[in-house]
């Protein structure tokens, strides 16, 4: 069972729709993880549908009503249903949807970069504000420290790694902000891999790590 | 123009559009509902005409899409929130928004501590509402202003003046308390 669960006003964004895209698409991926924020995440829904409810009406232009009755006629156009994607033939189970969905391919089909003892998958590499990456910390191993100007959340989708403030299994999820040098291990038993979603760039911190600065960006 | 309708007669109207088709029945949902979904987007700081059009276009969604609604899901109120929500975000942010699929088999089922509850719609919108109604003002206002009005915690901690620990604290208090009107349905 989880024990890292996002921030409430993490859960209340997400379910108002006021996250980007990267950072819902971690607590959405939690939420498949987690009965307990999907429940949340629920009561939330259903808090935000009575207070629409509640909200003083705006006055509608007034062809308003007959514009949308016009459209109502003729052929309808089956909107597209979220069909849910099936799980493939040997897909990889301990990647849930949406996350799954997002990939599109099998975790060992992903264009890995292998940097030292972490390997990295980029996604929605076009945005400005959020790096997202996939990672997998080799068993064992230890991330070069480094320190975060901004915020990163990490979801933890299979293996398990510590860091100062905790001890991450699957579906937790860590934060570190920028007063936290950052330096998680993966254990023993198998390599760690996490979704790790970052507000701003991120540097090296240790000795080793500012010489490495330029080819490394954990 | 004081009629409000209770969540049976909506869920009513509901079942005959999903059913029927009934264009009246249709017609009264929108009467209701578009402009409170108007009033949402613009909340939102969307200029009124890109408003109407969204308010528009999720009605026409209620429509087409209504044999995908499912009481025993969601209440009416909320369904229309999360296509409204979800039109906002592909319409201003030109993002898709990612979600749960309840059929994966990748998701972790409920555990016996945290059910996944079953909902009888009509039920949780009238336990909702109650809850809201005994609300202190002040905690009434700051759920208001932190569901719709795209504040951060802290943007409202700086708009009342308020430490951003009395916002959280505060909300938190309003949120746990309309939660458990919920936790109890279905005991
Ligand atoms: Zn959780
Ligand atoms: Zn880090």
New interface residues.
């Given amino acids: 069972?989880t024990s890292h669960h996002p921030d409430?006003?993490l859960l209340?964004?997400y379910a108002?729709?006021?996250l980007?895209?990267p950072l819902?698409?971690l607590v959405?991926?939690h939420?498949?993880?987690?009965?307990?924020c999907?429940?949340?995440v629920?009561?939330?829904?259903?808090?935000?549908?009575?207070?629409?409810?509640?909200?003083?009406?705006?006055?509608?232009?007034e062809d308003?009503?007959s514009?949308?009755?016009a459209?109502?006629d003729g052929r309808?156009?089956?909107?597209a249903?979220?069909a849910?994607?099936p799980?493939a033939e040997g897909a990889d189970?301990?990647?849930?949807?949406?996350?799954?969905g997002?990939l599109g391919r099998r975790l060992s089909d992903l264009p890995w970069r292998q940097r030292g003892v972490v390997a990295d998958v980029a996604l929605f590499p076009d945005r400005k504000d959020f790096t997202t990456r996939l990672l997998r910390i080799r068993k064992g191993c230890r991330v070069p420290l480094h320190r975060h100007e901004g915020l990163e959340l990490t979801l933890v989708l299979s293996g398990a790694f510590s860091d100062s403030q905790g001890h991450y299994l699957r579906?937790d999820i860590a934060v570190a902000n920028s007063s936290v040098v950052h330096q998680p291990v993966a254990d023993d038993d198998e390599d760690c891999i996490c979704l790790a979603v970052t507000d701003a760039p991120v540097y090296l911190a240790g000795p080793i790590g500012r010489l490495l600065n330029f080819a490394f960006k954990y | 123009a004081k009629y409000r309708p209770t969540p049976e007669q909506l869920l009513d109207l509901m079942m005959a559009v999903s059913v029927s088709r009934d264009?009246d029945a249709?017609?009264q949902i929108?009467?209701y509902y578009?402009?409170?979904?108007?009033?949402?987007i613009?909340?939102l700081k969307v200029e009124e005409k890109s408003?109407?059009d969204i308010?528009?276009e999720v009605?026409?969604?209620v429509?087409?899409?209504a044999d995908?609604y499912d009481p025993q899901k969601?209440?009416?109120?909320?369904?229309?929130?999360?296509i409204?929500?979800?039109k906002?975000?592909d319409v201003a942010?030109r993002?898709?928004?990612?979600?749960?699929?309840l059929?994966?088999?990748?998701?972790?089922?409920?555990?016996p501590?945290?059910?996944?509850?079953a909902?009888d719609a009509a039920q949780?919108?009238l336990r909702?509402?109650a809850a809201?109604d005994t609300l202190p003002q002040e905690q009434a206002t700051l759920?208001?202003s932190?569901?719709?009005e795209?504040k951060?915690?802290s943007e409202l901690a700086d708009e009342l003046l308020m430490p951003l620990g009395t916002v959280?604290s505060r909300?938190?208090l309003a949120?746990t308390k309309?939660?458990s009107a919920?936790e109890d349905m279905n005991q």
């Fill in positions: 069972m409430e006003s209340q964004a108002i729709g006021n980007g895209e819902a698409l959405a991926t939420t498949a993880l987690c009965p307990l999907r429940n949340a629920r009561d939330l829904e259903s808090i935000a549908g009575t207070l629409l409810d509640d909200l003083s009406p705006t006055a509608l232009s308003s009503l514009s949308v009755l459209q109502l309808e156009t089956a909107a249903s979220e849910s994607s799980v189970t301990i990647l849930p949807q949406p996350l799954r997002y579906g | 264009r249709f017609a929108f009467h578009a402009p409170r979904v108007k009033s949402y613009r909340s408003a109407e308010a528009q009605l026409l969604t429509w087409r899409c995908q969601s209440a009416l109120s909320t369904w229309i929130f999360t409204a929500r979800n906002r975000i942010r993002e898709k928004r990612p979600e749960i699929d059929n994966d088999p990748a998701l972790v089922p409920e555990g501590a945290s059910p996944d509850r909902y949780v919108a909702v509402r809201i759920l208001r932190s569901f719709f795209e951060s915690h959280k909300l938190r949120i309309l939660r919920l």
